[in-house]
């Protein structure tokens, strides 16, 4: 008798390394905002503060585009579309990445 049914399976790993790098560069960005807020140097507080949405944009784009942006972007071939995992956890860390953005302490509100 002939099986009708094909099961695809994937590999667990480049979602296990999208978290990890993820997980990783988080930690960076924070462990560099601390670093930004005690130094209170205001030209470091702009180019961090300009750096970090743009690495929130990649993990959106990641999230909006999945395999295109990934393959011809990053130049990193893996089917993103496949791993939905790697898809919602480009939009946790989108927002993750939001709380490593310094603390605005030259503008003072009245």
């Keep these: 008798m002939e099986q009708d049914i094909i099961f ?3 590999s667990i790993w480049p979602a296990v390394f999208y978290y990890i790098i993820s997980t990783v560069v ?3 960005l924070y462990y560099i905002k601390l670093i930004v807020d005690r130094k209170m140097k205001r ?3 702009i180019l961090y503060t300009l750096f970090v949405p743009i ?5 959106f784009c990641i999230f ?10 990053l130049h990193i071939d893996v089917d993103v579309d496949a791993y939905d995992s790697i898809i919602y ?3 946790f860390f989108t927002i993750l990445y ?3 953005m310094p603390r605005n302490k030259y503008v003072k509100f009245v």
């Design 8 to 10: 695809k399976s994937v």
């Design 26 to 28: 988080f930690l960076v």
């Design 43 to 45: 030209p470091i507080f």
């Design 55 to 59: 690495i929130c944009a990649l993990q």
């Design 64 to 73: 909006g585009h999945g395999t295109s942006f990934v393959k011809y972007f």
């Design 89 to 91: 956890g480009a939009l």
């Design 98 to 100: 939001v709380f490593a």
